[in-house]
């Protein structure tokens, strides 16, 4: 299948699974479930942003920590939730979360990517080890995707990061 | 292959993988690199266990936290280093580490055992979704398996557990 782009409705029956934050302690662990995405997308705006990993360099130095600095931002400008997804399992992206600060309120979820299904099918992988690719989609109240961008390189920061996707939206 | 059992020696091909604990900030990566088990394992008594996930209910709650408060007793019983695996990658492992309070030169050290390589041919796995086992094995100076039980089922911590390993060192 081909990488979604400008245009395409979201999918329908795309399934993710994470374990909520409900503690701030990376050692409680939470409870995976299952996440319906397509369902749960509908009638938001939602920024998708896919990683290679939990925990790696690339992602931690540079992506993840200038989401979580501009939500305000992102939300100012209609953003209704940011989901970072990565090939680690739900408990692994629990505990990312929250040595990143993030709280169970908050705008922004970090959910697995189930061996890399929707990275693979609709997106793009790392090209190397089972990992996601490094992108981010920007998906309409009405399910069109208005923005899907990959990294030329999963070890790059820049169309898949904040201040790209805040100078979209 | 079948898993190791008292008596065996300890296979001279086993690699880990680890991204050694540099600083305690779990946000800072760790560099992954090879761990020749077999070549660090010579001439110490070490403590091999192996758990399902980093971050997940069972090993999180009751199996990690009891080798980390014995870590004296242990070292009391002639224990060289206690070596945790999972499946899960080895930056992965270093943040779970890190959240669990492990330092550098702690005698208690997380590694990755890359694909369930090692818990497959020479362990348990866990019989369900491509995940290690949850065992234990003392593998004494001269690389003979002194003791190697796997827990009947996953969800519990009794022969694999640090109470078991130390009542028979």
Aim: glycine fraction near 8%.
């Amino acid at each position: 299948m081909a990488p979604l782009k400008v245009g395409d409705k979201f999918p329908e029956g795309i399934d993710f699974e994470w374990a909520p934050v409900t503690d701030s302690d990376p050692t409680a662990c939470g409870i995976p479930q299952v996440y319906h995405a397509s369902q749960e997308f509908a009638n938001k705006k939602v920024v998708l942003v896919s990683v290679p990993g939990a925990f790696t360099p690339g992602c931690q130095a540079f992506h993840i920590p200038p989401y979580l600095a501009n939500l305000d931002k992102l939300t100012a400008k209609g953003v209704d939730q940011v989901v970072v997804i990565a090939s680690n399992d739900s408990w692994v992206m629990n505990a990312w979360a929250k040595v990143n600060g993030v709280k169970g309120e908050q705008k922004v979820a970090f959910m697995s990517d189930t061996k890399s299904f929707f990275s693979k099918n609709h997106g793009w992988d790392a090209g190397m080890g089972d990992r996601n690719g490094r992108w981010a989609m920007i998906v309409e109240k009405d399910g069109k995707v208005s923005y899907a961008e990959n990294e030329a390189s999963p070890r790059e920061v820049k169309v898949s990061g904040a201040e790209a996707i805040l100078s979209r939206l | 292959m079948a898993p190791l059992k008292v008596g065996d020696k300890f296979p001279n091909d086993v690699q880990f993988e680890w991204a050694p604990i540099t600083d305690p900030d779990p946000t800072a990566c760790g560099m992954p690199q090879s761990y020749d088990a077999s070549k660090e394992f010579q001439g110490k008594k070490v403590v091999l266990v192996s758990v399902p996930g980093a971050f997940t209910p069972g090993c999180q709650a009751y199996h990690v936290p009891p080798y980390l408060k014995n870590i004296d007793k242990l070292t009391e019983k002639g224990v060289d280093l206690v070596v945790v695996i999972g499946f899960n990658d080895a930056w992965v492992m270093s943040a779970w580490g890190k959240v669990n309070g492990v330092k550098g030169d702690s005698k208690v050290q997380f590694m990755s055992d890359t694909k369930s390589f090692f818990s497959k041919h020479h362990g348990w796995d866990a019989g369900m979704g491509d995940r290690n086992g949850r065992w234990a094995m003392i593998i004494e100076k001269d690389g003979t398996v002194s003791y190697a039980e796997n827990e009947k089922s996953p969800r519990e911590v009794t022969v694999s557990g640090a109470d078991a390993i130390l009542s028979r060192l």
